[in-house]
Protein backbone atom coordinates (compact mmCIF):
# COMPACT_ATOMS: atom_id res chain seq x y z
CA UNK A 1 0.00 0.00 0.00
CA UNK A 2 1.55 3.38 -0.65
CA UNK A 3 2.35 5.19 2.24
CA UNK A 4 1.94 9.13 2.21
CA UNK A 5 2.33 11.92 4.62
CA UNK A 6 0.48 15.00 4.48
CA UNK A 7 0.98 18.37 5.83
CA UNK A 8 -0.41 22.08 5.52
CA UNK A 9 0.16 24.95 7.94
CA UNK A 10 -4.10 25.70 8.11
CA UNK A 11 -7.19 24.27 8.82
CA UNK A 12 -8.69 26.75 5.71
CA UNK A 13 -11.66 25.26 4.15
CA UNK A 14 -9.89 25.04 0.52
CA UNK A 15 -8.00 22.32 1.85
CA UNK A 16 -10.83 20.27 3.24
CA UNK A 17 -11.53 18.32 -0.54
CA UNK A 18 -8.41 17.10 -0.87
CA UNK A 19 -8.11 15.84 2.34
CA UNK A 20 -11.48 14.57 2.05
CA UNK A 21 -9.96 12.76 -1.19
CA UNK A 22 -7.22 10.95 0.39
CA UNK A 23 -9.18 9.96 3.15
CA UNK A 24 -11.80 8.81 0.67
CA UNK A 25 -8.75 6.54 -0.79
CA UNK A 26 -7.65 5.46 2.69
CA UNK A 27 -10.91 4.16 3.26
CA UNK A 28 -10.85 1.97 0.15
CA UNK A 29 -7.40 1.20 1.40
CA UNK A 30 -5.56 2.05 -1.92
CA UNK A 31 -3.26 4.66 0.24
CA UNK A 32 -1.83 4.84 4.05
CA UNK A 33 -2.25 8.24 5.56
CA UNK A 34 -0.20 10.82 8.54
CA UNK A 35 -1.65 13.84 8.45
CA UNK A 36 0.19 16.95 10.71
CA UNK A 37 -1.53 20.29 10.62
CA UNK A 38 0.91 23.00 12.21
CA UNK A 39 0.41 26.69 12.31
CA UNK A 40 3.51 27.16 13.74
CA UNK A 41 6.01 26.34 11.18
CA UNK A 42 4.56 28.97 8.15
CA UNK A 43 8.08 28.81 6.82
CA UNK A 44 7.73 25.55 5.24
CA UNK A 45 4.97 26.56 3.06
CA UNK A 46 4.41 29.79 1.28
CA UNK A 47 0.54 30.12 2.19
CA UNK A 48 -2.09 28.94 3.75
CA UNK A 49 -4.25 26.92 0.59
CA UNK A 50 -1.43 24.33 -0.08
CA UNK A 51 -1.36 20.75 0.88
CA UNK A 52 1.84 18.97 1.01
CA UNK A 53 1.73 15.17 0.53
CA UNK A 54 4.47 13.00 0.30
CA UNK A 55 5.92 9.56 -0.36
CA UNK A 56 8.47 7.46 -1.65
CA UNK A 57 10.73 10.00 -2.24
CA UNK A 58 8.53 12.60 -3.70
CA UNK A 59 6.65 15.84 -2.86
CA UNK A 60 4.11 16.72 -4.39
CA UNK A 61 1.72 20.64 -3.51
CA UNK A 62 -1.84 20.37 -4.36
CA UNK A 63 -2.28 24.86 -4.46
CA UNK A 64 -6.07 25.70 -3.87
CA UNK A 65 -5.43 29.36 -4.36
CA UNK A 66 -8.07 31.14 -6.00
CA UNK A 67 -6.50 32.28 -8.85
CA UNK A 68 -2.04 33.41 -9.66
CA UNK A 69 -1.93 35.85 -7.53
CA UNK A 70 0.95 37.98 -5.51
CA UNK A 71 1.15 34.59 -3.14
CA UNK A 72 2.30 32.42 -6.41
CA UNK A 73 4.29 35.45 -8.01
CA UNK A 74 6.22 35.60 -4.50
CA UNK A 75 6.60 31.92 -3.88
CA UNK A 76 8.03 30.27 -7.08
CA UNK A 77 11.79 30.03 -5.92
CA UNK A 78 10.23 28.12 -3.54
CA UNK A 79 7.81 25.86 -5.14
CA UNK A 80 10.62 25.47 -7.86
CA UNK A 81 13.23 24.07 -5.52
CA UNK A 82 11.21 21.76 -2.63
CA UNK A 83 8.56 20.11 -5.72
CA UNK A 84 8.38 17.53 -7.55
CA UNK A 85 4.91 17.96 -9.19
CA UNK A 86 2.28 20.84 -8.51
CA UNK A 87 -1.41 20.38 -9.15
CA UNK A 88 -3.45 23.89 -9.16
CA UNK A 89 -6.87 24.04 -8.85
CA UNK A 90 -6.75 27.37 -11.06
CA UNK A 91 -4.69 26.42 -14.47
CA UNK A 92 -4.01 28.36 -17.30
CA UNK A 93 -1.31 26.73 -19.76
CA UNK A 94 -1.01 30.81 -20.92
CA UNK A 95 -0.57 32.15 -16.94
CA UNK A 96 2.15 29.13 -16.66
CA UNK A 97 4.09 30.93 -19.42
CA UNK A 98 4.84 33.77 -16.43
CA UNK A 99 6.32 31.20 -14.19
CA UNK A 100 9.84 30.23 -13.55
CA UNK A 101 11.23 28.05 -16.77
CA UNK A 102 11.63 25.04 -14.26
CA UNK A 103 8.11 25.00 -12.87
CA UNK A 104 7.08 24.58 -16.26
CA UNK A 105 6.53 21.09 -16.52
CA UNK A 106 5.88 20.39 -13.09
CA UNK A 107 2.59 22.48 -12.95
CA UNK A 108 -0.85 20.15 -13.77
CA UNK A 109 -4.24 20.77 -13.66
CA UNK A 110 -6.09 19.86 -10.12
CA UNK A 111 -9.83 19.76 -11.03
CA UNK A 112 -12.95 21.28 -9.68
CA UNK A 113 -13.32 22.58 -5.93
CA UNK A 114 -15.80 22.85 -3.55
CA UNK A 115 -16.35 22.61 0.67
CA UNK A 116 -16.65 19.39 1.38
CA UNK A 117 -15.59 17.04 4.29
CA UNK A 118 -15.57 13.73 5.65
CA UNK A 119 -15.66 11.94 8.92
CA UNK A 120 -12.47 12.79 10.21
CA UNK A 121 -11.68 14.97 8.03
CA UNK A 122 -8.85 17.12 10.83
CA UNK A 123 -9.45 20.09 8.55
CA UNK A 124 -12.75 20.58 10.05
CA UNK A 125 -12.32 19.55 13.15
CA UNK A 126 -12.20 22.22 16.18
CA UNK A 127 -9.59 22.11 18.23
CA UNK A 128 -8.86 24.76 20.18
CA UNK A 129 -11.00 27.74 22.01
CA UNK A 130 -10.82 29.60 18.50
CA UNK A 131 -11.87 26.95 15.73
CA UNK A 132 -14.78 25.76 18.44
CA UNK A 133 -15.69 29.71 18.31
CA UNK A 134 -15.60 29.39 14.68
CA UNK A 135 -17.78 25.87 13.99
CA UNK A 136 -20.10 27.27 16.22
CA UNK A 137 -20.90 30.15 14.49
CA UNK A 138 -21.08 27.74 11.42
CA UNK A 139 -23.54 26.09 13.18
CA UNK A 140 -25.37 28.43 13.36
CA UNK A 141 -25.32 30.39 9.98
CA UNK A 142 -24.99 26.80 7.99
CA UNK A 143 -27.65 25.18 9.94
CA UNK A 144 -24.48 22.21 10.64
CA UNK A 145 -20.96 22.26 11.37
CA UNK A 146 -18.68 21.78 8.28
CA UNK A 147 -18.03 18.78 9.16
CA UNK A 148 -21.39 17.83 8.23
CA UNK A 149 -20.92 18.16 4.64
CA UNK A 150 -20.23 14.99 3.10
CA UNK A 151 -19.85 14.10 -0.50
CA UNK A 152 -23.61 12.30 0.34
CA UNK A 153 -25.19 15.67 1.07
CA UNK A 154 -24.25 17.20 -2.45
CA UNK A 155 -24.64 13.98 -4.84
CA UNK A 156 -27.59 13.50 -6.56
CA UNK A 157 -28.67 11.63 -9.96
CA UNK A 158 -30.67 13.17 -12.56
CA UNK A 159 -34.06 14.01 -12.46
CA UNK A 160 -36.15 14.69 -15.52
CA UNK A 161 -39.36 17.27 -15.00
CA UNK A 162 -41.34 18.44 -17.76
CA UNK A 163 -41.60 21.93 -16.29
CA UNK A 164 -37.95 22.81 -15.14
CA UNK A 165 -37.19 25.14 -12.56
CA UNK A 166 -33.63 27.16 -12.33
CA UNK A 167 -31.60 28.08 -9.44
CA UNK A 168 -29.18 31.65 -8.67
CA UNK A 169 -28.10 32.38 -5.33
CA UNK A 170 -25.40 35.33 -5.32
CA UNK A 171 -23.60 37.61 -3.59
CA UNK A 172 -22.32 41.13 -3.80
CA UNK A 173 -18.74 42.11 -3.33
CA UNK A 174 -17.55 45.58 -1.57
CA UNK A 175 -14.01 47.51 -2.62
CA UNK A 176 -13.40 51.10 -1.30
CA UNK A 177 -13.43 53.63 -4.04
CA UNK A 178 -9.64 54.11 -5.03
CA UNK A 179 -8.90 50.28 -4.69
CA UNK A 180 -7.76 48.76 -7.87
CA UNK A 181 -11.07 46.28 -8.16
CA UNK A 182 -13.10 48.83 -7.47
CA UNK A 183 -14.88 49.77 -10.97
CA UNK A 184 -14.74 46.19 -11.78
CA UNK A 185 -16.69 45.07 -8.89
CA UNK A 186 -19.39 47.80 -9.38
CA UNK A 187 -19.90 46.37 -12.70
CA UNK A 188 -19.90 42.88 -11.43
CA UNK A 189 -22.52 44.03 -8.66
CA UNK A 190 -25.09 45.70 -11.13
CA UNK A 191 -24.42 42.47 -13.55
CA UNK A 192 -25.48 40.12 -10.68
CA UNK A 193 -29.00 42.53 -9.84
CA UNK A 194 -29.84 42.76 -13.44
CA UNK A 195 -29.79 39.41 -13.57
CA UNK A 196 -31.34 37.85 -10.30
CA UNK A 197 -33.88 40.65 -11.20
CA UNK A 198 -34.71 39.18 -14.49
CA UNK A 199 -34.92 35.59 -13.57
CA UNK A 200 -37.28 36.92 -11.47
CA UNK A 201 -38.80 38.41 -13.72
CA UNK A 202 -39.25 35.84 -16.76
CA UNK A 203 -39.60 32.58 -14.34
CA UNK A 204 -41.45 33.60 -11.67
CA UNK A 205 -42.12 30.52 -9.31
CA UNK A 206 -39.85 28.67 -11.60
CA UNK A 207 -37.16 30.76 -10.37
CA UNK A 208 -35.48 30.50 -6.61
CA UNK A 209 -32.82 32.43 -5.98
CA UNK A 210 -31.96 36.21 -5.37
CA UNK A 211 -28.87 38.14 -3.70
CA UNK A 212 -27.36 37.27 -0.56
CA UNK A 213 -28.71 39.54 2.35
CA UNK A 214 -26.52 42.48 2.71
CA UNK A 215 -27.31 45.44 4.74
CA UNK A 216 -25.27 48.28 2.96
CA UNK A 217 -27.47 47.23 -0.18
CA UNK A 218 -31.13 47.14 1.49
CA UNK A 219 -31.94 50.66 -0.20
CA UNK A 220 -30.83 49.48 -3.42
CA UNK A 221 -31.70 45.87 -3.82
CA UNK A 222 -33.63 44.84 -0.84
CA UNK A 223 -36.93 43.42 -2.61
CA UNK A 224 -34.28 40.57 -4.57
CA UNK A 225 -32.48 40.20 -1.33
CA UNK A 226 -33.37 36.62 0.40
CA UNK A 227 -32.99 36.06 4.07
CA UNK A 228 -30.02 34.64 6.20
CA UNK A 229 -32.12 31.48 6.53
CA UNK A 230 -32.65 30.58 2.92
CA UNK A 231 -28.56 31.32 2.33
CA UNK A 232 -27.43 28.78 5.35
CA UNK A 233 -25.82 25.93 3.63
CA UNK A 234 -27.47 23.50 4.47
CA UNK A 235 -30.75 25.14 3.47
CA UNK A 236 -29.11 26.24 0.01
CA UNK A 237 -28.69 22.33 -0.42
CA UNK A 238 -31.73 21.26 -0.19
CA UNK A 239 -33.22 23.74 -2.64
CA UNK A 240 -30.35 23.76 -5.21
CA UNK A 241 -31.45 19.58 -5.40
CA UNK A 242 -34.96 21.06 -6.17
CA UNK A 243 -33.52 22.97 -9.19
CA UNK A 244 -32.70 21.50 -12.86
CA UNK A 245 -30.48 24.42 -14.46
CA UNK A 246 -27.94 25.95 -12.09
CA UNK A 247 -25.96 29.09 -13.18
CA UNK A 248 -22.77 29.78 -11.71
CA UNK A 249 -20.61 32.49 -11.38
CA UNK A 250 -16.48 33.66 -11.71
CA UNK A 251 -15.06 33.08 -8.17
CA UNK A 252 -12.24 35.54 -6.61
CA UNK A 253 -9.73 35.96 -9.09
CA UNK A 254 -11.52 34.48 -12.42
CA UNK A 255 -11.23 31.10 -10.60
CA UNK A 256 -13.85 28.75 -11.01
CA UNK A 257 -16.84 28.95 -8.30
CA UNK A 258 -17.21 26.49 -5.72
CA UNK A 259 -21.04 26.19 -6.43
CA UNK A 260 -20.07 25.08 -10.16
CA UNK A 261 -18.29 22.07 -8.49
CA UNK A 262 -21.55 21.75 -5.89
CA UNK A 263 -23.36 21.75 -9.29
CA UNK A 264 -21.16 18.89 -11.21
CA UNK A 265 -21.93 16.70 -7.81
CA UNK A 266 -25.66 17.05 -7.89
CA UNK A 267 -26.15 16.36 -11.64
CA UNK A 268 -27.36 19.64 -13.14
CA UNK A 269 -27.81 21.40 -15.93
CA UNK A 270 -25.33 24.34 -15.29
CA UNK A 271 -25.39 27.61 -17.00
CA UNK A 272 -22.09 28.82 -16.03
CA UNK A 273 -19.81 31.95 -16.82
CA UNK A 274 -17.47 30.83 -19.14
CA UNK A 275 -14.03 29.18 -17.75
CA UNK A 276 -10.69 31.46 -16.75
CA UNK A 277 -9.22 28.06 -16.19
CA UNK A 278 -9.13 24.46 -17.06
CA UNK A 279 -9.84 21.05 -15.48
CA UNK A 280 -9.07 17.95 -16.23
CA UNK A 281 -11.26 15.35 -18.26
CA UNK A 282 -13.25 15.61 -20.33
CA UNK A 283 -15.78 18.56 -19.39
CA UNK A 284 -16.83 20.24 -22.51
CA UNK A 285 -19.40 23.68 -23.51
CA UNK A 286 -22.19 22.91 -24.74
CA UNK A 287 -22.25 19.04 -23.29
CA UNK A 288 -21.59 19.58 -19.50
CA UNK A 289 -22.32 23.57 -19.58
CA UNK A 290 -23.43 25.80 -21.94
CA UNK A 291 -20.94 29.32 -20.97
CA UNK A 292 -22.12 32.47 -21.10
CA UNK A 293 -20.30 36.18 -20.97
CA UNK A 294 -22.65 38.76 -19.61
CA UNK A 295 -27.00 39.27 -18.55
CA UNK A 296 -28.50 39.21 -22.25
CA UNK A 297 -25.96 35.90 -22.56
CA UNK A 298 -26.56 34.05 -19.59
CA UNK A 299 -30.72 34.64 -20.05
CA UNK A 300 -30.28 33.21 -23.42
CA UNK A 301 -28.51 30.08 -22.43
CA UNK A 302 -31.22 29.61 -19.61
CA UNK A 303 -33.90 29.99 -22.12
CA UNK A 304 -32.12 27.49 -24.27
CA UNK A 305 -32.58 25.13 -21.40
CA UNK A 306 -36.02 25.90 -20.29
CA UNK A 307 -37.35 25.43 -23.10
CA UNK A 308 -35.59 21.83 -23.33
CA UNK A 309 -36.17 18.88 -21.04
CA UNK A 310 -34.71 16.57 -22.25
CA UNK A 311 -30.91 18.46 -23.32
CA UNK A 312 -31.37 19.28 -19.60
CA UNK A 313 -31.66 15.62 -18.61
CA UNK A 314 -28.78 14.80 -20.80
CA UNK A 315 -26.18 17.36 -19.39
CA UNK A 316 -27.52 16.25 -16.21
CA UNK A 317 -26.07 12.46 -16.86
CA UNK A 318 -23.16 13.86 -18.68
CA UNK A 319 -22.29 15.74 -15.21
CA UNK A 320 -22.81 12.27 -12.97
CA UNK A 321 -20.13 10.85 -15.49
CA UNK A 322 -17.88 13.07 -15.31
CA UNK A 323 -18.17 13.36 -11.49
CA UNK A 324 -17.59 9.54 -11.13
CA UNK A 325 -14.82 9.86 -13.27
CA UNK A 326 -13.05 13.12 -12.33
CA UNK A 327 -14.93 15.50 -9.93
CA UNK A 328 -15.93 13.19 -6.99
CA UNK A 329 -13.03 13.92 -3.93
CA UNK A 330 -10.92 10.41 -4.28
CA UNK A 331 -11.51 10.44 -8.12
CA UNK A 332 -9.62 14.45 -8.05
CA UNK A 333 -7.26 13.09 -5.75
CA UNK A 334 -6.21 9.75 -7.27
CA UNK A 335 -6.11 11.26 -11.27
CA UNK A 336 -3.75 13.27 -9.76
CA UNK A 337 -1.63 11.21 -7.50
CA UNK A 338 -1.18 8.58 -10.49
CA UNK A 339 0.70 10.92 -12.26
CA UNK A 340 3.50 11.06 -9.85
CA UNK A 341 2.83 7.34 -7.97
CA UNK A 342 1.96 5.02 -11.06
CA UNK A 343 1.51 2.57 -8.78
CA UNK A 344 -2.33 3.70 -8.45
CA UNK A 345 -3.43 2.91 -11.74
CA UNK A 346 -5.95 0.15 -11.85
CA UNK A 347 -6.78 0.44 -9.03
CA UNK A 348 -10.65 1.95 -9.72
CA UNK A 349 -13.49 1.44 -7.35
CA UNK A 350 -16.97 2.94 -7.82
CA UNK A 351 -18.66 3.56 -4.27
Known amino acids: MLELSVYCIAKTPHLSMPVTGLLMLAEQKKVCLSIEIDGQNRKRLPYAPLLEVCGRGKRVLFDLADGYGWEVERAQPQLASQADMIFRRSFSPEKNQQLLPELLNRVRPLGFHFHVSYPG ?137 WKTAEYVAASKAIVNEAFCFQVPGNFRAGVNYLPFADVEGCLTQVERLMGDPQRIYEMALANQAYYQASGRPDRVMANALRQVFPELEGREETL
Open 121 to 257: NPIDQPSSWRERRRDLFQRTFNGAPRSYFTPDKFERGPVYRKKPAVLFYTRLWHAPEGDELYESVVQLNLSRIKLVSELKKRYGPRFTGGIQFDPKEVGRCGGLMVGIGATSRKRYLETMHKADICIGSTGLHNSIG
